[in-house]
Each structure stands twice: as C-alpha cells, then as structure tokens.
C-alpha cells in the first residue's frame, strides 16, 4: 500500500543545532507540504513543493529550508533550532499537480520535535 | 483576525445525541471547502468535502454558507469513535488554510 513516512517521529535537540525531519511518500504525488501544529493555531504552512526542484516557501518559512531531488522525498531543515520551533511537524503530500490542489492532503503520522 | 476560525470547544455530547458546529472563513474569494479529522496525536485525515448544495455522507451532514462566511458539520446518532477534533480547511487559490479544531467527546 501506498503510504508517506515521517522520520524521526520524536526527537530533542538543543538550541542552534542544525535538525533536518524526513520524509518520505509512495503515492507518486508531485504535491508535498510541510505543516507545523501548536496549541491553539491551525496547521501552519512551512514550505511546499509541486514537483521536483520545486520549493515554495509558505507563512511559517523563517529558520527552515526544503529541498526535493526527486519525487518521493522532501526533508525539512532547522539551520539553527530555536525553542520556538518545538512543535509538532507534519508532512503531507497531494494528488494534483500544478497550483491547483484537490483539498485531499495525505498527512504523515508527526515528528514530535523539542528544542531545549 | 484569523483567516479560519473555530470554536475549540470541547463539545460534550452524550452517545446518541446530535452535535453540530461552525466555522467562519474571512475570503469571501475561497473556493472548496473540507472537514478534517483529528484524533489525539495523530494526523488529520480527509473526513469529507463540502459542497454548495450541503452533502451528506452517513451520520455527517456537511453545509456552506457562503453569504455568511461559514461552514458547518453536524454528526447524528454521536458515537464514542466520533470523539475527535475537527478541522475546518478551506481552499482560495490552490492555498489551503485550516482552522485550529473544534474538539468535541462523546460520552456513555
């Protein structure tokens, strides 16, 4: 079965260490998003991809980077982890392809991040 | 003011009741609309679209509103797996924002 792994799914670092989350979807979607979760926001969009070499920031993007060399992967970077970027990171990916997006977003199962 | 907002509850509903809630959407320009669900440390998962026409999909009756802004879901005959938080999304532009949940449980 198709499916979309996160790595690792807890991790504790300390402040200005360099993190990179992965992960890793079979569903062949050009789509793939990076979301944070915190108490009493919404999903919050990081960065997303529409296809390989593509990379987009979205309204969290500041202390964080992506990269997609191929379809399947599209790891998340902290250059320098900050206590504000504890939370609870979610990958996705989607079926449509281009700009145009079905609303239908397959999520990860989390990395449960902490920056002490 | 945020773009997709929610009522974060919770939202307690005895077993066999009915619940219902809403969501209110600041672009008047947004296009699709969907009801996510949330189990506690889990990840969302697509519980259904929203159509203009209102939808329903078993026990879940989905509406829009659009002169008002807003989305519902009402959930009949509550059961206990219906004990979640609910996620409202919506579409403008291929851009999708979601509201931070509504957290409702059934109790026996």
């Known amino acids: 079965d198709a499916e979309i792994t996160q790595s690792p799914r807890h991790k504790i670092t300390e402040t200005g260490r360099q993190v990179t989350l992965a992960c890793h979807q079979t569903w062949n979607h050009n789509n793939m998003f990076w979301y944070r979760q915190d108490l009493g926001h919404g999903l919050r969009l990081i960065h997303y991809s529409y296809g390989v070499h593509d990379t987009n920031k979205g309204e969290v993007s500041d202390g964080y980077s992506v990269s997609r060399s191929n379809t399947e992967d599209l790891p998340l970077t902290l250059e320098s982890a900050a206590s504000s970027q504890t939370s609870v990171y979610f990958c996705a990916s989607s079926e449509a392809t281009g700009t145009s997006n079905t609303g239908e977003l397959f999520f990860g199962e989390g990395s449960r991040l902490t920056v002490l | 003011r945020k773009e997709v907002e929610q009522d974060p509850g919770p939202f307690n509903v005895p077993e066999g009741a009915t619940v219902a809630f809403n969501c209110t959407y600041s672009?008047?320009?947004?296009?699709?609309f969907f009801w996510y669900r949330q189990d506690c440390r889990k990840e969302p998962k697509l519980l259904m679209s929203v159509y203009s026409s209102g939808n329903e999909d078993g026990r879940f009756t989905a509406q829009l509103n659009r002169a008002s802004q807003y989305i519902s879901l009402l959930i009949r005959d509550s059961k206990l797996s219906d004990s979640a938080t609910y996620l409202c999304?919506?579409?403008?532009?291929?851009?999708?924002?979601f509201g931070a949940g509504t957290q409702v449980v059934v109790t026996p």
């Open positions: 672009n008047s320009a947004s296009q699709s």
């Open positions: 999304v919506v579409n403008s532009w291929g851009k999708l924002q």
